[in-house]
């Protein structure tokens, strides 16, 4: 309440010492809207006792009796005492029946767990991270153990079901045990369905990661964060005393980081709860836990998809090769937090490390080279092809150029261009004399071609000049007498 002194102290600061309104509201612990109000007025006017002309007084009692019949709620009441004549307010009603029946503030059970019993798991959101060429959510991945209150932590780029399996496995090896239970919310890796009154209805994929692993899952009510207590407040404790004011450059930066935090900070403090350090308690709590599976679980999705004309697979945006053979054929992808695998016909086709980035294409080489190959092989095919098309004597001149020269493809290209400028029956006609006088090579093809009017000699070969002919021309010695003179 205002009172003479405060409200002469407010028109003091505004007048002589010329603080605005929002400085005097801090100053004197006011709100603003306060200040505001008695700054209007020209004078002090006292605030009115409201107890002693109170418009519900009379009907006190008859609000107690209505109370104690049944909980009604603050409008019901309301309306009732309208009907009744009331004029008062809304407000009115509600303070008074505050007063007659306060607020019930919630009280929880403290939960003691014993070694090796229970683990509470649960994902935080912690701003971005760069990937690749843009950015990702970066969320963490958290376990704690209920007893010793060991904590694991890792960064994750997105909360998908591979990445919640993942984190389950580290966080067991990490432990050096599977603890009995493990208690979960309700996110769509763990649970389907968790309505009141009916079964819990769990993702098969972490119901059967959970029974090869030997741990029993527990999900949480439905908006009950509180059923899951000791990691909410260990989320809260990585993002107060570890995310905040931290920036990451990369996700291995962030989780190479975070490891050293857990290790010399996180699990070797004095723990509020149990006033000792959760590494101690956990060599007496490691006793109790189950044992690891001497096969690990598969913690990869599966996703059946087609394998593009490019030999390409899409997934997350990102495309990844595949050998030529798995071309526009269906496969199946893999994917694992760190890469992919590609299966056709449950051979695996192509390893890929997996990328977080958008749209970019990961390429593994050997494809490329085998691609490469097949387009090589199909090129001779074609060639070989189109040179026996243009005339019956092209498939000797293929036999004699392949036994005499290094390069016969060279040729072969050489002459299959001259039948675009001279036309197929010209160079087919041309082949076949070259066949009589036994040359065979395309140079004396397109000598012949270029000058048809030349007759070429029965007993000798063609004699076409060729660069390296200009190397063996002889010159007669110079005289150097002269330079005696």
């Not at 390429?363 to 040179?387: G, S, T, W, Y």
């Not at 010159?475 to 003179?485: A, G, H």
């Amino acid at each position: 309440m205002i009172n003479r002194d405060i409200y002469y102290r407010i028109h003091y600061l505004h007048k002589h010492e010329a603080l605005s309104v929002d400085q005097i509201s801090e100053e004197l612990n006011l709100s603003r809207s306060t200040v505001q109000r008695r700054l209007k007025q020209d004078t002090f006017k006292e605030r009115k006792d409201r107890s002693c002309n109170n418009k519900l007084a009379k009907l006190e009692g008859y609000i107690d009796e209505l109370l104690k019949k049944h909980p009604y709620s603050v409008m019901q009441i309301f309306q009732m005492l309208s009907e009744d004549g009331f004029e008062g307010s809304y407000s009115t009603v509600k303070r008074y029946v505050l007063k007659v029946r306060p607020v019930q503030k919630k009280a929880y059970f403290k939960l003691n767990f014993l070694p090796g019993e229970a683990a509470q798991v649960d994902f935080g959101y912690c701003g971005k991270v760069p990937c690749e060429n843009t950015e990702r959510r970066l969320s963490v991945f958290v376990m704690v153990l209920c007893y010793s209150r060991y904590l694991f932590a890792e960064f994750i780029p997105c909360e998908r079901q591979e990445h919640f399996l993942s984190g389950h496995r580290n966080a067991v090896h990490d432990f050096g045990g599977v603890p009995a239970r493990v208690i979960v919310d309700n996110c769509k890796c763990a649970v389907l369905k968790n309505r009141r009154y009916e079964d819990v209805v769990f993702n098969p994929m972490y119901l059967d990661f959970s029974a090869q692993y030997g741990f029993n899952l527990d999900a949480c009510n439905p908006r009950s964060p509180f059923e899951k207590g000791i990691v909410e407040n260990a989320v809260g404790f990585i993002k107060k005393n570890f995310v905040s004011g931290r920036s990451f450059g990369s996700l291995a930066e962030a989780n190479t980081a975070l490891r050293s935090w857990l290790d010399n900070v996180a699990n070797v403090r004095i723990h509020s709860a149990t006033g000792r350090t959760p590494l101690e308690m956990l060599n007496e709590e490691r006793k109790k836990l189950g044992p690891l599976p001497l096969i690990e679980p598969d913690c990869a999705i599966i996703k059946h998809c087609r394998a593009d004309k490019r030999c390409r697979v899409w997934f997350d945006a990102n495309s990844y090769s595949v050998p030529s053979t798995c071309a526009q054929t269906p496969v199946n992808l893999k994917a694992f937090p760190a890469e992919i695998l590609i299966y056709r016909n449950e051979l695996c086709v192509a390893r890929h490390r997996r990328c977080y980035g958008r749209k970019m294409d990961i390429v593994d080489p050997d494809h490329q080279q085998e691609l490469r190959a097949v387009r090589k092989r199909i090129d001779e095919q074609n060639l070989v092809h189109d040179f026996l098309n243009i005339g019956t004597a092209a498939e000797q001149f293929m036999a004699e150029l392949e036994l005499r020269e290094l390069n016969a493809r060279r040729h072969m290209r050489i002459i299959l261009t001259l039948t675009e400028k001279y036309g197929r029956e010209a160079v087919a006609e041309t082949m076949q004399d070259m066949l009589h006088y036994k040359v065979f090579r395309a140079e004396y093809i397109e000598h012949r071609l270029m000058n048809p009017a030349q007759e070429t000699p029965a007993c000798s070969k063609l004699h076409v000049p060729k660069s390296g002919d200009l190397l063996n021309i002889k010159l007669k010695s110079p005289d150097l007498k002269i330079y005696n003179q």
